[in-house]
């Protein structure tokens, strides 16, 4: 990890930190987007059932 806090071709230095948070962020995309989709999902399911049975939420 160490050689890639030398300067890019950018002149743009890059320390250790933001390094590994790049680095949890693509190993975490595919789950965080993952997550929105059951998101969502649950969302529009809680819809449908409100909607089938308004008298029971009220």
Known sequence: MREYT???DFNIQINDSTQ???AVDAVLE???NLCLIIQENAWKYRSSVEAEHEDIWE
């Open 20 to 22: 590994m948070r790049l």
């Open 30 to 32: 595919e789950y965080n």
């Open 6 to 8: 030398l300067q890019d």
